[in-house]
């Protein structure tokens, strides 16, 4: 085996050493670790209703009727009707055929990468994409290049001199460390000049972007035909857990069939599903919450800018603030946290060398109050 000790405390000595917060709490804007309160900047409940009192209840109810266990995997006795329900919903919300429910984000990217390419098909993706897609395109056997963040000559090069049949571009649709937006109309219009597909991430953008809140392609005015395989989780503005792709009935059905992360699991609890439903809903008849988070971001972004700080260019609530090196993102993470902010610290190799960042996220369930307190200790770090 490796010299494990030596490579952890080389970490430590590197700065990028990871250690996890036991958080003693609900999740929400405020959260207890060790016990002591802080204003949470470091969540992905990005509409606030991981703790909503409706989302809990139809949990609740989820659990009493169907048990805490689906018992099986969705092929055999684990696909309850709540899960359907759920899969029709959330076709029907973002404009596809059928939708299909994973366990988590990073087995629904591997498992669709891989039950749709393999020896000499293509896989293209952005060098910032996830590293779930990353996997994906490795796991799946294919020819695998990436180009330059939302660089589409090079893109356009890679699709000019392709010589496989079957060819697939993955790009996440926010991008989560930088907060930006991939340029997808383009790259949909490169894909159907070059006779490939798409498959968008949109992790980070169902329930954010979009006017009924269903995400990048509804934001972009993309409908099924320009952007034919989606994928999102449930566990960030949707607030529970789980992950899902859509598209085609002839895609979901294939990736019943043949998607290994998918047949080869357990289903995740029906109460899970039951919840996912409630908070669907909300998202669709609360348009108020994606219009205050829109608020706090211009609040965040006017008040930063004249702060003077290196801020990235993002419209989405991941707003993260270039520090440089990393002893310094975790002194400013450090003197954050002594003044009850929680904000991360990100660092290599998550990010590239050099661009340490405070990685700040935004909730529908902060208030102008805390924004104005987190810029007001911001304007004080050394």
């Known amino acids: 085996m490796k010299d494990l000790s030596r490579l952890l405390n080389k970490r430590k000595q590197e700065n990028r050493y990871r250690q996890r917060e036991i958080v003693n709490s609900q999740q929400g804007v405020c959260i207890e670790i060790d016990q002591k309160r802080y204003i949470n900047f470091s969540s992905n409940d990005y509409l606030g209703l991981a703790n909503d009192i409706n989302v809990i209840e139809a949990f609740r109810k989820g659990a009493e009727f169907f048990g805490a266990g689906s018992g099986a995997a969705h092929l055999i006795t684990g696909h309850s009707s709540v899960h359907h329900d759920l899969e029709q919903a959330l076709a029907e919300h973002t404009g596809r055929a059928r939708a299909l429910l994973f366990s988590t984000g990073y087995m629904?990217?591997?498992?669709?990468?891989?039950?749709?390419?393999?020896?000499?098909?293509?896989?293209?993706?952005?060098?910032?994409?996830?590293?779930?897609?990353?996997?994906?395109?490795?796991?799946?056997?294919?020819?695998?290049?990436?180009?330059?963040h939302a660089d589409m000559p090079a893109l356009d090069k890679i699709l000019q001199s392709a010589t496989e049949k079957e060819r697939l571009i993955v790009t996440d649709g926010v991008f989560s460390m930088d907060g930006d937006i991939a340029p997808l109309n383009e790259i949909v219009d490169l894909a159907k000049n070059h006779n490939a597909d798409v498959l968008v991430d949109d992790a980070h953008g169902l329930g954010v972007l979009g006017l009924r809140g269903a995400g990048i392609c509804e934001s972009l005015s993309l409908d099924k035909d320009d952007q034919p395989i989606l994928m999102a989780t449930l566990g960030k503005a949707v607030g529970v857990f789980g992950a899902f792709v859509a598209g085609s009935e002839n895609l979901i059905e294939w990736l019943i069939q043949q998607s290994r992360t998918y047949v080869y699991t357990t289903a995740t609890p029906p109460a899970v599903a039951a919840a996912c439903l409630?908070?669907?809903?909300?998202?669709?008849?609360?348009p108020e919450r994606r219009e205050h988070l829109q608020e706090l971001i211009l609040q965040f972004r006017?008040?930063?800018?004249?702060?003077?700080?290196?801020?990235?260019?993002?419209?989405?609530?991941?707003?993260?603030?270039?520090v440089g090196e990393e002893d310094r993102a975790l002194r400013w993470s450090e003197q954050l946290r002594e003044q009850g902010l929680f904000v991360k610290a990100i660092r290599p190799p998550t990010v590239p060398q050099g661009t340490s960042r405070l990685r700040i996220t935004f909730s529908a369930a902060h208030s102008k109050q805390d924004v104005e307190k987190l810029l007001a200790v911001l304007s004080t770090l050394k």
Do not use: W
Request: aromatic share 4%; hydrophobic share 40%; net charge negative.
């Open 108 to 148: 629904a990217n591997i498992g669709v990468i891989t039950a749709l390419c393999g020896r000499g098909d293509l896989v293209i993706e952005d060098r910032l994409n996830h590293a779930s897609l990353i996997d994906g395109g490795l796991y799946s056997g294919a020819n695998f290049k990436r180009y330059a």
């Open 302 to 322: 006017n008040g930063v800018e004249k702060l003077g700080l290196e801020l990235m260019p993002s419209e989405t609530p991941i707003q993260p603030i270039v």
């Open 278 to 286: 409630a908070s669907l809903n909300i998202i669709q008849t609360q």
